[in-house]
């Protein structure tokens, strides 16, 4: 009998996590059938990035500044701001699985898997029964951005991944007493989003803040609350010195070029009869979650996990929505249209929120209903058919994408892209062939982010993407490009006439560039930064190298010792505590 219970409880324990497996196998179905890409609005930016951190890996020619081998090989900066580790991890994973295909299954499948993951742990920290947990994970794997990852390559689909964690280490404020910051965990959390998407960390960091403010109420021991808080803080700077170092270091003497300004009112949520993934949320969506907030109203004092979660999702939800007037705030605060870009992105806070909420809440029900002896099934089956109803549109939505690529038009968005090589069948293959620095060559995307513009320049109005278009990838392809040892970059050409000519590569106040040997220290730039030299006659050679600052070397330095020192604690923590983990899980004592 105890061997019989011991197995039922070890399947009881793994069965979520094959119902999230097989939940994000059935939402990636359409692609695995039909082996396409599904190349969006996102994909070609990233896939420069993480190509360029591969190809480092790959040749082990480490340049932490300079994109060598990608972005038209022009040198400029996007991985140091922008991710930096996060990108090397994507690196490494795309030299390991050989082709974009393989790339965007391995790492749609772990987005999946983490969100969902996330939202289930998250549903039994809250006290939820084990149903409802499992089916409010199912939920939000199909809602907001958490999809955006396999249908566009959205960068905020990381930060919805994450965010149920986020979560969790707010309820923990609220909920434990004794002990309400566990600074490793929160520590890690933070790293680990600020090391992939800034923005995101932001809207971490805003969301804990008010159950921090109630955790410091109704905790026993806030001094011991302030010092783990600290300890957390502290941590987190030291081992994402790396990030803030960089960004710091290159806006001491350049003029960064803004992200593109986007309208907020443009880009809220709406409601939809048939849509629930970024701009789109269905109708039984919003009545499920305008249900529970009626229900926490009327049972405020029953729950302050369960009011504080869907009162805050709530407000975020309503934040991310058409009811707040986002062209005046836009008016007040013009800078919100490069920053914040898309209120809609506050869902990644709003949908853990709500769902960790319904899951208390359906819980609650749940033991009444059997009480009184009606048919508790009703919750189960309310929940399951909001599963249905934004997973059918979900999938139909890969269908429908991953069925482009065999179609004429093979991407899917041309938002920015400016040139498209015209042998469709050349471009599929590119995606599957297992040097995939080829697709960069046959789809080229204007994107003007983190370009230094020149302080005569920054005032003037016109369309960056378009100067780089015009600067960098028409003329590119003119020179010969070589990466050199110790992260440099060479461009040589043969030129009929000696004169004045502008190079189709980056330069920042820290960038050394050699011109036939001498090195220039003054120079003019264009509007996106791109140097004019005096050419000769004949052959050409110019070299670009980035000299960084001493003091961000050192902080490179601490960063990667504190993390490497964080992942072999890690490493020892899982190993020592995974068999004791299991002896429970086969003792019924964790869930």
């Known amino acids: 009998v105890g061997s019989e219970m011991c197995i039922r409880d070890r ?77 090397y991890l994507n690196g490494a994973i795309l030299g390991v699985v050989g082709t974009w295909y393989q790339y965007q299954i391995v790492t749609t499948f772990i987005v999946y898997l983490l969100g969902g993951i996330g939202m289930y742990r ?124 960089a960004l710091l270091m290159l806006n001491l003497h350049n003029n960064i070029a803004n992200p593109a300004d986007f309208s907020l009112a ?67 605060i013009p800078a919100l249209g490069h920053t914040l870009q898309f209120p809609n992105r506050l869902t990644i806070i709003a949908f853990p929120l709500l769902l960790a909420g ?69 471009l599929r293959h590119s995606v599957h062939d297992l040097y995939p620095g080829q697709l960069l060559t046959m789809v080229e995307k204007r994107s003007p982010d983190y370009l230094p513009i020149p302080k005569k320049y920054m005032n003037q109005k016109y369309v960056r993407s378009y100067a780089y278009e015009g600067q960098i990838i028409n003329e590119a392809h003119k020179y010969t490009h070589t990466v050199l040892p110790h992260g440099g970059l060479q461009l040589s050409w043969e030129a009929g006439k000696a004169g004045k000519v502008r190079l189709p590569i980056i330069t920042y106040h820290e960038s050394q560039l050699t011109v036939n040997g001498h090195l220039l220290r003054h120079y003019q730039r264009s509007s996106v930064g791109a140097p004019y030299i005096q050419q000769r006659k004949g052959k050409n050679t110019v070299t670009l190298y980035f000299k960084q600052a001493k003091w961000f070397t050192a902080l490179l330095v601490i960063s990667l010792v504190g993390l490497s020192i964080l992942a072999i604690y890690g490493l020892y923590y899982f190993c020592t505590h995974v068999k004791k983990y299991f002896q429970g899980i086969a003792a019924g004592q964790i869930s």
């Open 358 to 426: 319904v899951g208390i809440s359906a819980t609650t029900l749940d033991k009444k209903a059997q009480e009184i002896d009606l048919r508790n099934q009703l919750i189960t089956g309310i929940l399951l058919l909001m599963v249905f109803l934004v997973f059918t549109p979900t999938t139909i939505d890969v269908y429908k994408r991953a069925a482009r690529y065999d179609s004429e038009i093979v991407l899917n968005s041309f938002s920015a892209i400016t040139r498209v090589s015209e042998n469709k069948t050349a």
């Open 122 to 245: 998250l549903g039994i920290r809250v006290h939820s029964k084990r149903t409802f947990a499992i089916i409010c994970a199912l939920i939000y794997m199909n809602i907001g951005w958490l999809p955006r990852w396999e249908l566009a390559q959205n960068m905020n689909a990381w930060g919805a991944a994450l965010a149920p964690y986020m979560v969790i280490c707010g309820v923990r404020m609220i909920q434990d007493h004794q002990r309400p910051v566990n600074w490793l965990q929160l520590m890690t959390l933070m790293t680990i989003i600020i090391q992939i998407h800034m923005l995101s960390s932001l809207f971490f960091v805003i969301t804990l803040t008010p159950f921090f403010i109630i955790g410091l109420i109704i905790t026993t021991n806030r001094k011991k609350m302030w010092i783990e808080t600290l300890k957390a803080v502290g941590g987190t700077v030291i081992l994402t010195a790396n990030v803030w170092g």
């Open 266 to 332: 443009d880009n809220v949520l709406l409601p939809s009869m048939f849509s629930s993934t970024r701009d789109y949320l269905i109708y039984a969506m919003w009545i499920l979650f305008i249900l529970q907030l009626i229900y926490v109203l009327f049972t405020f004092k029953k729950s302050l996990t369960n009011t504080v979660l869907t009162l805050l999702g709530s407000l975020v939800l309503l934040l991310s929505s058409p009811l707040t007037p986002w062209s005046f705030f836009q008016d007040v």
């Open 11 to 87: 399947i009881n324990w793994v069965l979520p996590y094959c119902a999230i497996a097989a939940m994000a196998y059935l939402i990636m179905f359409p692609q695995f059938v039909s082996h396409g890409v599904i190349l969006g609005t996102d994909s070609i930016f990233h896939f420069n990035r993480f190509y360029d951190a591969a190809k480092q890996i790959q040749q082990l020619n480490f340049s932490y500044f300079q994109s060598n081998y990608s972005f038209q090989q022009s040198g400029r900066i996007i991985n140091a701001v922008y991710g930096p580790l996060f990108a």
